[in-house]
């Protein structure tokens, strides 16, 4: 089987390398194929997206992306966004999971997010006075939330969540509320709706409130990043990008090119993405083990410098090879 991999900037690069060591540690039957995309592809290529990598994720089953540098001006272009609206990878999710003592207890939300629309769109026009355009279309809000119950459902969960602003954006947000409530008579699963704004206060005061929450494009990005910080950090919370055709799992966290090249970048939420990747291609077995030596590692006490530890990228890695060697 064939796993296109991106390691990307910064310490996109590090934390890729250590998943690699876990896989291989697990002896996955993969064909590793390399591609480049980026800042530092943009700088030595001319081109953020390489036409050659996108035909690599294409002949592979699922892509490895680590992660890139933003560059601000105004002829770069994001590759993460160019590559979920061309390849179609209209569902992010991220899971919000307690995997140690050092974070708040029994936390287990996932966050399903709109990606192809909403204002990532980027479609900006204006220069004293700039409008920037946020797209909504019934399709994409319908597949979205059908994503989000069928996920539910598969994983039993209990509750979904729908997070809008319906009240100020009544035609766009008001739009996939409806939608929502429409689809959620199809299904057994409790469901609700909150306010972006209330949403994001919740999360802080009592996070139990949710089970899968089901949203558009920038508010699932600015409250999966909220959420991170109750488990531990971004260094923690893995994600996947998928579509009816492609897979992309990567790790919510940037490049950090202030930590990058140090050797104390947190793999943990690169390590759970290529555990995501592992479940979505049916090894359940495989992906539950790396979990397992996570939380067996943390239990040892086993941190990187992020939360107060003393373990750098390597010596972490280490550690949960180690464990999953015991579990094999």
């Keep these: 089987m064939k796993i296109c991999v991106i390691a990307g900037d910064g310490i996109g690069v590090e934390v890729t390398g250590s998943c690699l060591d876990v896989l291989k540690t697990l002896h996955c039957d993969f064909d590793f194929v390399f591609a480049d995309a980026g800042l530092g592809c943009y700088r030595k290529h001319g081109t953020y997206l390489p036409e050659d990598t996108v035909e690599k994720i294409k002949t592979c089953s699922a892509t490895l992306f680590g992660a890139v540098t933003t560059d601000y001006s105004n002829d770069y272009k994001s590759p993460v966004l160019t590559m979920r609206k061309n390849l179609g990878l209209y569902a992010n999710l991220r899971i919000i999971k307690s995997l140690h003592s050092r974070c708040m207890k029994n936390m287990d939300i996932v966050v399903v997010r709109e990606n192809t629309e909403g204002i990532y769109v980027q479609r900006e026009r204006g220069k004293n006075r700039v409008i920037a355009e946020n797209v909504v ?165 086993v941190f990187t410098p992020d939360v107060n530890g003393k373990h750098g990228t390597k010596r972490f890695t280490k550690e949960v090879i180690g464990e999953i060697k015991q579990l094999i």
């Design 137 to 301: 279309s019934k399709k994409a809000s319908e597949r979205i939330i059908k994503f989000g119950f069928e996920y539910a459902r598969i994983n039993k969960r209990k509750k979904i969540t729908c997070v809008h602003k319906a009240n100020v954006l009544k035609k766009s947000d008001g739009m996939f509320r409806r939608i929502f409530y429409e689809i959620a008579d199809g299904y057994n699963i409790n469901a609700d709706d909150c306010l972006v704004d209330a949403c994001a206060m919740h999360l802080i005061k009592n996070p139990e409130k949710f089970d899968v929450i089901v949203t558009m494009n920038l508010y699932g990005d600015i409250l999966s990043d909220e959420a991170a910080a109750l488990v531990g950090g971004l260094g923690f919370v893995p994600g996947a990008n998928i579509g009816e055709d492609y897979m992309i799992f990567e790790p919510a966290h940037g490049s950090a090119p202030d930590i990058a090249g140090k050797g104390i970048a947190n793999p943990t939420a690169m390590i759970m993405s290529g555990g995501m990747m592992l479940e979505y291609l049916g090894m359940n077995k495989e992906s539950n083990i790396i979990e397992k030596a996570l939380r067996n590692v943390f239990k040892k006490g």
